[in-house]
């Protein structure tokens, strides 16, 4: 079955970085739209950052200039480079692998990981 699993989330204090890792198995990677998106306590699941399989990237709003998505489809991994990271980056963040076509469609999601944004 489809599998991706989600590293690299923790403790970090305000103005701090992290890297947030998914590393994708049984899916033609290259194929899929990469994305993290992220849920805090009480707020709706909202789109982080994407990244399509020929490497077009769109970001939030309130991430723009601060987080870097990136893909190496030779390693079924995606990235997520959290840089100036601000106590309200605090939420579980997941890692989603999207296929669209006319007719089809295969959406899987990772199982989350807690990024904390704290002094």
């Known amino acids: 079955q489809v599998q991706l699993v989600e590293s690299g989330g923790g403790l970090v204090q305000p103005g701090g970085s992290l890297r947030l890792s998914c590393a994708a198995s049984?899916?033609?990677?290259?194929?899929?739209?990469m994305g993290w998106y992220r849920q805090a306590p009480g707020k709706q699941r909202e789109l982080v950052a994407a990244?399509?399989?020929?490497?077009?990237?769109n970001y939030a709003d309130s991430v723009k200039g601060r987080f870097t998505i990136s893909r190496d489809n030779a390693k079924n991994t995606v990235y997520l480079q959290m840089n100036s990271l601000k106590p309200e980056d605090t939420a579980v963040y997941s890692c989603n692998a999207d296929r669209s076509l006319i007719g089809y469609r295969a959406n899987y999601w990772g199982q989350g990981t807690q990024v904390t944004v704290s002094s």
């Open positions: 990244i399509t399989s020929s490497g077009s990237t």
């Open positions: 049984r899916i033609i990677f290259s194929l899929y739209t």
